[in-house]
């Protein structure tokens, strides 16, 4: 059984930081992709941050030198810090994993991330 366990998810004042966490289960990790998305009430779904099996990274423009993504294959574990976080990244935040030779798809439960004084 797949298994995407997102963690760290909280309140925070604006300027302040979170780390979030997505431990893997089920899937061979190292093979996958792995990405943050966050969705804010009334708003699609939208891509954060990226890492690939290579460890190539990607960010969205609106998080890029804020976010820090990495992951770590020994503990099947994805992370997102987050710096000088701002209201505007209030949303609940996904993990992703995409099997880079099958295509499969998994998603983890979400975690909201408040940034509100």
């Known amino acids: 059984q797949v298994q995407l366990v997102e963690s760290g998810g909280g309140l925070v004042q604006p300027g302040g930081s979170l780390r979030l966490s997505c431990a893997a289960s089920g899937i061979f990790f190292p093979r996958n992709v792995m990405d943050w998305y966050r969705q804010a009430p009334g708003r699609q779904r939208e891509l954060v941050a990226s890492i690939s099996n290579g460890y190539i990274i990607n960010y969205a423009d609106s998080v890029k030198g804020r976010f820090t993504i990495s992951r770590d294959n020994a503990k099947y574990t994805v992370y997102l810090q987050m710096n000088s976080l701002k209201p505007e990244d209030t949303a609940v935040y996904y993990c992703?994993?995409?099997?880079?030779?099958?295509?499969?798809?998994?998603w983890g439960q979400g975690s909201q991330v408040t940034v509100s004084s």
């Open positions: 992703k994993a995409t099997d880079d030779y099958t295509r499969d798809e998994h």
